[in-house]
């Protein structure tokens, strides 16, 4: 099978981790032809035969995806295997099943292309949905669509395969994963796909490596060279050097390691040993993102980017739409807890500006665009409130930057409750309120915002990047952008001490809730509650876990009263070093 190891050099892609583990071998690359389907017009007494071919075939498909189903059940458990079942009811489906032996018999086609254009056409409908859940609902339909015509053309797919082998594919479907795990299979790599895919999903509840959205490695491989793929990182490797083997496999080995440790930690607090206990929280864009969140061990969902449900859309969903989605939210996550953000777009994320902005971070963006535009507000609020019957949503508001907005953000939660009561909808009358503190002019006046809201989550990508006047996605000043930088820390005290002197929690959910080295300081600070993402969640309890809130409030009164970000790193990475000497950390 393999072509062996070719002579080029060592190549290092960046793609989007998707389950973590570390994998070391042989790449196997899986092309999956697409049946050649050639029309052809029968004769009167070939159409009946032509009906039973079809149903031999439809019978093969049926037991084909019976015998992946049971697998699939044995190995990741019943409920995750439904996502296939769903194909075998399109398999059973009378009407549509009966609608293709119809055609057979009236155009008198062979049965290959009357299925492929049939199933074809549920196909590209769901590909015209702007709806990344229909698109991966297509590519499905579409699998099992090649399924029955290679039946048809009495063709095979390889699906054995020798030795232990890490696959690079352009794309797989779930059907393709599960099959192809029956092998030794070390990791999956593809071109396309996204964390929640659920090809990601299942290399997660299989437990084997994955790194998605590579770009083009189906093409910069080729069967039985040497890779290293790392799906902490998302980093793949093509023909590794010796060092970068070694050290993968030392890294493999630590992450090991650490794993095991951290697995008796899912249902316990996020508690310091003394006592502090700080709500744990993840922060997800994707519906499916949930059951992992849960299995992450997570108190809820401390920060939902609802802008994710604008992706791949020009227009914005409309009120039906949006409650639909944001009810399956709260449902999968019940009983814990989900603060839905409203859109925040602009800046560097979704442009909502007709216009070009020269400055678009300092622009038409957040909680801007939201008062400027109150029909799509509104839409979104009364989405969210009626959503909101099992209390355990809660409203927050981006890039806040004066009293004011708050003020009129929350008029529009009152208008939008004032309405859907005269409509005599239920929603939850005392539905938490809050705020992002994401931008400086909202730090300095904490005291006056925090009197008025119900909570406060601290916005750090973009409060750091404010601050300091630094691009968050320039790589020319990203040595510039530094998270312990003094002018952080002191306003990030500042605004815990805001929200907390006026009675509300104050949480924390960008990108420096998840990195070891702040988390000591962060606890230090004060913060009441902590939103990373999913993956680094167990990492992050254990080291809550581990910490004297005693201890690290001293350590950070030290970081309050030094002068410059290098000696505030220092600080942090010589306490982290002396408690945490195994856990891996960017910074060694
Ligand atoms: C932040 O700014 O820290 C934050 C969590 O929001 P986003 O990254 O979506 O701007
Ligand atoms: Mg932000």
Known sequence: MTDGQSTKKEIILKGIPA????????????????????????????????????????????????????????????????????????????????????????????????????????????????????????????????????NLLEERLISKLEGSIIIVAHTLTPADTMILSRNQVLGYATDRGGITSHAALFSRSLKIPAIVGLGDVSRQIVTGDTLILDGYSGTLIIRPTDAHIEEF???????????????HLKDLPAETKDGRRIELSANIELLDELDYVVVQGSQGVGLYRTESLLLDRDDFPSEEEQYLEYKKFSERIYPHRIIMRTFDVGGDKLSAATAEESNPFLGWRGIRVGLDRPELLMDQLKAMLRASTKKNIAIMFPMITTLAEVRKAKEYVRKAKAELRSQNVKFHEKIPVGVMIEVPSAALVISQIAAEVDFISIGSNDLTQYLLAVDRGNTLVSKLYRELDPSVIITLKHIINGGQKNGIWVGLCGEMAGHPLSVPLLVGLGIDELSVVPAILPEIKKIIRSLDYSEVKEMAMKALNLSTSDEIEKLVFRFFRKHFPDIPINHD
């Open 19 to 150: 389950s973590h583990g570390i994998a070391i071998g042989s790449a196997y690359l899986f092309i999956k032809d697409i049946p050649i389907v050639e029309e052809r017009v029968l004769a009167y007494e070939d159409v009946l035969p032509e009906v039973e071919r079809l149903n031999r075939a439809l019978q093969k498909s049926a037991k084909e995806l019976n015998k992946i189903i049971t697998f699939a059940q044995q190995k990741i458990g019943e409920a995750k295997a439904k996502i296939l079942e769903a194909q075998m009811m399109v398999l059973e489906d009378q009407v549509l099943i009966n609608e293709i032996r119809k055609r057979i018999e009236k155009e008198k086609k062979n049965a290959e292309h009357i299925v492929s254009n049939e199933i074809g056409k549920y196909c590209s409908l769901m590909l015209k949905a702007q709806d990344e859940y229909m698109h991966e609902r297509a590519h499905e339909m579409e699998d099992l669509k090649n399924r029955i015509i290679r």
């Open 249 to 263: 496999q030392k890294k493999r080995e630590r992450m090991f390691k650490f794993e095991k440790k951290l697995e």
